[in-house]
């Protein structure tokens, strides 16, 4: 079993190295053929009479060429000695929702474990250049939503992707990262440890071939990947014209649910979720309004999974006088110790009980450079 | 004319001024007898035979009590000394769209000019308690719209009320402010210097005798008469449970179109119109959304009288370096010189240098205290 699957997987890389075919013909001739290793091993008479033109049948018995080959063995080496998971579109265990979009990868590289819990999944997704209240509203969503039995599924980008991913390991839940490069790298490089942690408790993917560096044109493709994999796609925070609106649409076009958090309408990571709303997405602000919609379209059984948690504290308890002058002076932008004394006027000491008393009622966070963000 | 007219505006104030008749029972007598007067002379029995209780005709003929009797007469004198305009729900003059609601004032203090162009008019409303940040955009929402040949219609509150009626006149537009109280008084109090400058290009407008006091029983009916004079209603900022929801409901109600602009979801004031939005509110950015969208709705006539504005830039022209750095470390929120010199570690007079400079181009703007704004 274990040499058959090999013998398979190294038909598609073969399949796949060679020059002139790209996935959609892949997914064409192992349609027609039942198996990449029934079109290597068909002649060019058979191929043709199968339907190919005499170019992509000549191409095909021709194979990859001798450096294709070289990479294939060392791709194969590498997916063995660091345990990848390979799913090609033909196994049962290939990610049924990604398998009904217009265009499936034809083969994915899984590390981690990729289980029939993640059927359940919403991307959260976003802008990198996220705001620091951008970053907490995602994570705070992407918690709740995993907390809730949802997997979380985002790029490993800088900003929004990181802060999800967070979010739903700081709840104990299920998280997928899918890569625009290949998965024997790690982009951005600052991203090795949460990358180990999604491992332990989910998934890396990639369709890209095993060594296959960032590449500003992977992205777009990825992205497909990120909303085949979802019931729903969350924006939080979006420029106009970016990236995440791209997904935001390709999305729609997939069938799947958008949702935005919207923003100021000054703030230029709100410009793109605020157009995606006027578009027609649904406008959310916590877990529970995506769950709220997502749930009436799920069969029973998936359903039945989902554990709704308590809807969020719209209002806060009572503050202490000092403790109300110093949570009003606070910003959803960070702002330093010496602007809140400046601001309320108290002493030194009061501000900073104040601050650590809200922080324990989580009410404010601490960021490096004594800085302070309200909750 | 105007001896007959103030016959049948004394009429109106008597008819009003008696006990257990309201305005629902005031515009069902009117609209049986073609005038207050016609009311005031029928007998017992001629009420009767017209449909109302032997009570209510009782107490129509008794007619007001003594000391109401003085009130109208101060205040046909105060109507008269303060060249207030009445128009009555007979009156050709009385705004059109206004008289079309279910419950249509019976009578209507104008303080200011009230004219045609006035029938398209738009309500900009909300949060008393708004930000810095949503005040400024509410005021450059409703100057784009009064640039645009709109009215402004509000409330004469603090907050988003005076920041719309500012923003109409800083455009050289017409603006109407809607009183909760009697046209002779002025609430909130410090609004006295606004209030003249509406008098001056717009009109200050109120249902209710002339000296009542404020009284927060008459907001919300206050609030039918806001929108009920507007094609649609904008709410920039309001907290969730606030009276502008209120407005806002009410407006749909009597089939005006609702608008809203979106917040950041922590953010008080934008809870309540990010609900609206969720509730079907139409998302909007800037005046021109606010256009688009009731354009198509006008009458050709009126839609021609719409010119309509070039659409705001969305991005900034190129800062120098230090411009660069003090605009990013700037917020939607007010800071303090000092902290923008921490934020930057740029020496103060670059700071300076550069918070002038952004102003000359409108992209900060100086508050009270030294505390700097993004635009």
């Given at each position: 079993m274990q040499t058959k699957r090999a013998v398979s997987l190294e038909a598609w890389l073969t399949l796949r190295a060679i020059e002139g075919v790209g996935d959609h013909t892949i997914l064409a001739l192992v349609r027609e053929w039942q198996s990449p290793d029934a079109v290597l091993r068909a002649s060019t008479d058979e191929l043709i009479q199968r339907g190919c033109s005499r170019r992509l049948a000549d191409v095909i018995r021709r194979g990859p060429d001798r450096e294709a080959c070289q990479r294939i063995e060392r791709e194969l080496t590498a997916i063995e000695r660091k345990q990848i998971d390979v799913r090609t579109i033909l196994d049962s265990s290939y990610p049924t929702r990604l398998r009904m979009i217009p265009d499936p990868p034809p083969v994915l590289y899984v590390s981690g474990t990729l289980n029939q819990s993640d059927e359940l999944a919403v991307a959260v997704v976003g802008a990198r250049r996220a705001t620091a209240s951008g970053r907490l509203v995602t994570e705070s969503l992407a918690n709740g939503l995993a907390g809730a039995g949802l997997t979380i599924v985002s790029g490993l980008a800088r900003g929004v992707d990181a802060a999800a991913h967070r979010g739903a390991l700081a709840a104990g839940g299920r998280t997928i990262a899918v890569l625009g490069c290949g998965i024997g790298q790690t982009y951005p490089p600052e991203h090795g440890r949460l990358r180990h942690e999604i491992e332990e408790?989910?998934?890396?993917?990639?369709?890209?071939?095993?060594?296959?560096?960032?590449?500003?044109?992977?992205?777009?493709?990825?992205?497909?990947?990120?909303?085949?994999?979802?019931?729903?796609?969350?924006?939080?925070?979006?420029?106009?014209?970016?990236?995440?609106?791209?997904?935001?649409?390709?999305?729609?076009?997939?069938?799947?649910?958008?949702?935005?958090?919207?923003?100021?309408?000054?703030?230029?990571?709100?410009?793109?979720?605020?157009?995606?709303?006027?578009?027609?997405?649904?406008?959310?602000?916590?877990?529970?309004?995506?769950?709220?919609?997502?749930?009436?379209?799920?069969?029973?059984?998936?359903?039945?999974?989902?554990?709704?948690?308590?809807?969020?504290?719209?209002?806060?308890?009572r503050f202490g006088n000092q403790e109300q002058l110093v949570y009003d002076a606070l910003s959803y932008d960070p702002l330093t110790v010496d602007h809140l004394i400046e601001q309320t006027r108290l002493p030194v000491a009061s501000v900073m009980v104040s601050l650590l008393s809200l922080e324990l009622r989580q009410r404010v966070r601490q960021l490096p450079g004594q800085r302070y963000l309200k909750l």
């Open positions: 408790r989910g998934a890396i993917l990639s369709e890209l071939p095993f060594e296959a560096p960032p590449h500003s044109g992977h992205f777009p493709r990825r992205n497909r990947i990120i909303s085949g994999l979802s019931l729903g796609v969350v924006v939080t925070e979006a420029a106009i014209d970016s990236g995440s609106l791209i997904t935001a649409r390709l999305a729609a076009e997939q069938g799947r649910e958008v949702f935005a958090v919207p923003g100021f309408v000054k703030s230029e990571t709100s410009r793109g979720t605020n157009a995606l709303i006027k578009e027609g997405a649904a406008l959310i602000e916590c877990a529970q309004d995506v769950i709220d919609a997502i749930a009436p379209q799920l069969e029973p059984a998936l359903r039945a999974r989902l554990s709704c948690p308590p809807r969020e504290k719209q209002t806060g308890d």
